[in-house]
Nanobody
Framework: VQLQAFGGGLVQAGGSLRLSCVAS????????LGWFRQAPGKEREFVAA????????LYADSVKDRFTISRDNAKGTLYLQMNNLKPEDTADYFC?????????????????WGQGTQVTVSS
């Protein structure tokens, strides 16, 4: 199983970015998927998750109403639309595939992890 996240970059505060994560078709179709992030010197933290059917989503309070997670199982792709970005959103963002069909905020619920894509928000 391979996961590859991309779409990060440098953006000014208040701006937007859209992250994508390409997964193998089998993973994208049957597993819950999630986004996590890790800032320098900090622990990895949950951002958002989505069930395999796409109907159930979870968000960290810090990103609720600013970020939107979605998926396209036909394309094997997970997305994270990030609006109104803040400097505190600066981190490496990772996508992950859960052990089950539902998403979770717990890192231990995820079996496969992709390489991160860096997001930097300037003030």
């Amino acid at each position: 199983v391979q996961l590859q996240a991309f779409g990060g970059g440098l953006v000014q505060a208040g701006g937007s970015l859209r992250l994508s994560c390409v997964a193998s078709r089998r993973t994208a179709s049957n597993n819950g998927l999630g986004w996590f992030r890790q800032a320098p010197g900090k622990e990895r933290e949950f951002v958002a998750a989505i069930a395999w059917r796409g109907g159930n989503t979870l968000y960290a309070d810090s990103v609720k109403d600013r970020f939107t997670i979605s998926r396209d199982n036909a394309k094997g792709t997970l997305y994270l639309q990030m609006n109104n970005l803040k400097p505190e959103d600066t981190a490496d963002y990772f996508c992950a595939a859960a052990r089950s069909s539902v998403g979770s905020s717990r890192p231990e619920a995820y079996q496969y992890w992709g390489q991160g894509t860096q997001v930097t928000v300037s003030s």
